[in-house]
């Protein structure tokens, strides 16, 4: 890496992502430690951030967590929409490569919601639409994002079968879904990087979908796009690639990459 430009604002930057990755607040010693700092330059920059609410310090446990300066710049985040700005042309750019109708979604709970829809032409009707949600579980977008998370997240999420929602129940379900079900099938996806469903949302229509990831590997959204359940396998293969690369594109972006 080359020395940056200005290196304050390079440590400041980087204690906060530090932060930002950690389960609960840590001793300022440990983030010097971790980040390769000096311990008094730490300890200085730390004073700055909590003056300007950037993090807050805990006395009793020497510790040093995120402030609410730091939440408040991921409402700010959340607010300016920068997802769905920088997604529909990704999503767009699908439909008119395919002919097919593609979606954007971020994980809400157990659900998807979608945020962006681009319907093709003379495509087949959908119960997806913006501001929808569907169990996560039954939907590409779902599964991709799924994948992606820490398996104390996941679990949380699917603590007992009462947490597995259906729409077809015994019609496209090989098996009732479970805890393990999920987890092979999620398996299954993280092996291939992109996701499948085939009729769980809709009969006679499947999806693939790929997931968003944030710099910290966190899956903030996943692009899929829906197509005929009998569509040739030519199709299949030019959609995996497409959102593939799509979800890839946008990745890069909301971490400021071009």
Excluded: C, N
């Excluded at 769980?200 to 710099?215: F, I, K, R």
Aim: avoid cysteine; proline fraction near 7%; charged fraction near 20%.
């Amino acid at each position: 890496m080359p020395e940056p430009k200005v290196p304050a604002a390079d440590h400041t930057l980087r204690i906060l992502t530090h932060l930002a990755s950690q389960r609960g607040p840590v001793p300022a010693a440990t983030i010097a430690h971790a980040l390769g700092l000096p311990r008094s330059s730490v300890y200085h920059l730390l004073a700055v951030m909590q003056e300007r609410g950037f993090v807050v310090h805990l006395p009793e446990e020497r510790r040093y967590g995120l402030g609410i300066a730091a939440f408040e710049l991921s409402s700010g985040f959340s607010r300016q929409q920068p997802l769905t700005r920088l997604g529909r042309p990704l999503v767009a750019a699908l439909v008119d490569r395919l002919g097919e109708s593609g979606h954007l979604a971020v994980l809400h709970g157990r659900d998807v919601l979608y945020l962006v829809e681009e319907r093709a032409p003379r495509r087949p009707s959908l119960v997806s639409d913006v501001g929808v949600r569907l169990p996560a579980h039954l939907t590409a977008s779902g599964r991709a994002m799924l994948a992606a998370l820490p398996p104390a997240q996941l679990r949380a999420l699917y603590p007992d079968r009462a947490a597995f929602a259906e729409r077809h129940p015994g019609a496209t379900d090989a098996a009732p879904w479970t805890y393990s079900r999920l987890k092979a099938d999620l398996a299954t996806v993280r092996a291939a990087g992109v996701a499948g469903e085939h009729g769980e949302v809709t009969t006679g229509l499947a999806s693939v979908g790929a997931a968003v990831l944030d710099h910290l590997g966190w899956p903030a959204a996943a692009i899929a796009v829906t197509f005929a359940e009998d569509a040739a396998a030519e199709l299949v293969a030019a959609a995996t690639a497409a959102v593939t690369e799509a979800a890839a594109t946008l990745s890069r972006r909301i971490r400021g990459i071009r």
